[in-house]
């Protein structure tokens, strides 16, 4: 929008490279915004990356929170068209078990959630339990009724970095690894940051008028700084990923919401989640699962569906929702998961500075595009947003990338179906062309050489953690014990710094720990075992 604007100068800067940040730096550069977009880690490294990938129908929402159904039913149908190599049409079902009807949540329930689904607009509809079996033969099968909703999966990851590559593709400056420490304040106005980069540990200033806090739960605290309060409720959330694909149907329990009741395929695997704890501010950097927290979720999970009691778990996670506080629910499962948009020169006479929290991943789009008009209303630009029917980079109609040809031998075609599977339309952009770039380098989830260099060149990949969200490398059954060494090796010359392939792949070793470590018994066990004995071996052959 301005013009002759020095380098440290912009429209707006947004702080927090989650989904909300990455979707309101897309909206803004889309309006024709000079954007900054600011993230201490990697993208998706907050709640983002830390969640059950559920494309709400909005069913789960609808008898207790009619607004949040209605937002969640209007946003899934937006991004099963800008986002289609995002999300993965499962279809979802909410059934009710024998014991459910003993705790005042039976058949009668059900037809109040019903009720409540239409009149959010959710087409749901009572299907026979049998039917329930043959739709998904992994639910449990002494259920005695079932709805059937337009849930599905979608991945966090793919879609952050799909609206951050967009709003580079339309100009902004996207920088990671970098700290704000302080604001730029001036009587009562906001006029810009003060950054600390993590990897170069320089610091450097950037100034516009307009400032969006889109810092999740930490945002919190990123209000603090700036001199206002904004009450937040910070409810962590438990989860488990099991080692295949179990279910290919989303399945939640039709009852008040509570702990473990919803089990979302995604991918090659399953995730159970999840639940609900308030913890303090302090520790929201640093979460762990508890034992009994697994416990708790194998237990609900195995009432959802059976065969969980037997499969293999790959690791725990654990995320914090930022929820804003409204009342003193001990769980946070009462406070609204609606969306929050504040003006705090409105609100709290603090020019220059917006806040952009609560919802969801699933109402994202919707919670950049009110932040973005609250942008523009202050830089009086009067462009309307246009996120919602326009595609994502990845998502235009597939025969925009027709022109791929696939090779007929195994290998390759794998890995470029995969691609393709992840991608979209812009797996044009990966060089298929040589024998090296279509080597496979992780097998369970079909990445190849030319995929990571794909990675480092156009999606900001520095490591193996960030190479894992943007292609799923390591993320598969193995957990990377097969291909750590290899995908160590490529991304390190993909970067051009081939040394460094040892300190990446210790690197993501020590952080894949973490989550295998809440749940190292038998078959995970010995995984790790196993994991242990290759990275020892290879690191003694060299
Ligand atoms: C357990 C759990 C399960 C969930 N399941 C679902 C689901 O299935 N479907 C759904 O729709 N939603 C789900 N959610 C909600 C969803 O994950 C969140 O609402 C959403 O991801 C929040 O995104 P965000 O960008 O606002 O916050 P975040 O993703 O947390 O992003 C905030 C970012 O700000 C950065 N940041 C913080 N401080 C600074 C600073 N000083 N400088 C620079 N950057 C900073 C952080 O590093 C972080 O990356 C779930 C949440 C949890 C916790």
Redesign the pocket.
């Known amino acids: 929008m301005a013009n002759n604007l020095k380098d440290n100068e912009f429209d707006v800067i947004i ?7 990455a979707g309101t730096a897309r909206d803004c550069s889309l309006r024709g915004l000079r954007v900054l977009l ?4 990697d993208i ?5 990356g ?5 494309l ?1 129908s909005g069913a789960r929402y609808a008898v207790k929170d009619s607004e949040s159904a209605t937002e969640c039913i209007k946003e899934n149908m937006i991004l099963r068209n800008i986002a289609r190599n995002c999300v993965e049409d499962t279809q979802g079902l909410f059934i009710t078990l024998p014991e459910d009807a003993e705790t005042g949540f039976g058949l009668d329930y059900q037809k109040k959630f019903i009720d409540a689904c239409i009149a959010a607009g959710i087409s749901a509809k009572a299907i026979d339990p049998k039917d329930a079996i043959r739709m998904e033969p992994s639910v449990n099968p002494t259920l005695i009724g079932a709805v059937q909703v337009p849930d599905g999966s979608v991945d ?1 990851f793919r879609l952050c970095s799909a609206n951050v590559l967009d709003a580079k593709l339309h100009g902004a400056k996207v920088i990671t690894y ?4 302080e604001f730029v304040k001036e009587d009562n106005t906001i006029k810009g940051v003060k950054v600390h980069n993590k990897k170069t540990g320089e610091d450097a200033v950037y100034y516009a008028p307009v400032t969006v806090n ?5 945002g919190h605290s ?1 209000a603090e700084m700036a001199g206002v309060h904004v009450g937040m409720y910070p409810a962590k ?1 438990a ?1 488990l990923v099991f080692g295949h694909r179990v279910n290919n149907v989303v399945i939640n329990r039709c009852r008040k919401s509570a702990d473990g009741d919803i089990l ?1 395929p995604g991918d090659t695997v399953t995730v159970i ?2 639940t609900s704890t308030k913890v303090p501010f302090e520790e929201c950097d640093n979460m762990s699962v508890t034992r009994e927290e697994v416990e708790l979720l194998l237990r609900e999970g195995c009432a959802l569906c059976p065969s969980l009691a037997n499969t293999r778990i790959l690791r725990a996670y ?5 929820l804003v506080a409204s009342d003193d629910d001990p769980t946070g499962r009462s406070i609204s998961r609606g969306i929050v948009c504040l003006d705090h020169e409105t609100r709290d006479g603090i020019k220059g500075f917006i806040t952009i ?1 609560g ?4 109402t ?1 789009r919707l919670m950049a595009e009110w932040a973005t008009d609250a942008v523009c209303r202050k830089l009086a630009v009067a462009e309307q947003c246009k996120t919602a029917v326009t595609p994502l980079p990845g998502s235009e109609p597939k025969d925009q990338y027709s022109e791929v040809k696939i090779p007929q031998f195994a290998g390759a075609n794998l890995g470029m179906k995969a691609s393709i599977g992840r991608q979209g339309s812009m797996v044009r952009k990966i060089d298929f062309t040589n024998a090296e770039d279509r080597e496979l380098v992780c097998e369970c989830e079909q990445v190849t050489v030319g995929e990571i260099r794909y990675a480092v060149n156009e999606l900001g990949v520095t490591s193996l953690r960030d190479l894992r969200r943007r292609t799923r490398v390591g993320m598969g059954t193995c957990q990377g014990a097969f291909c750590i060494g290899k995908a160590a090796a490529a991304l390190a010359a993909a970067l051009g710094k081939p040394e460094m392939a040892d300190q990446l792949a210790a690197d993501y070793l020590n952080e894949r720990w973490k989550g295998m470590s809440a749940v190292g018994w038998g078959d995970t066990l010995r995984e790790m075992e196993y994991l242990q004995r290759v990275y020892k071996s290879s690191n003694e052959s060299k």
Do not use: Q, S
């Open positions: 702080v927090g490279g989650g989904i909300t940040g600011i993230e201490r880690n998706a490294d907050g709640a983002t830390r969640n059950h990938g559920l709400h966090p970098t700290e704000v420490t889109a810092a999740g739960i930490w990123i959330g989860l979302v989640g999840t654990a995320g914090v929702r930022p929290t919802g969801k991943l699933m994202y």
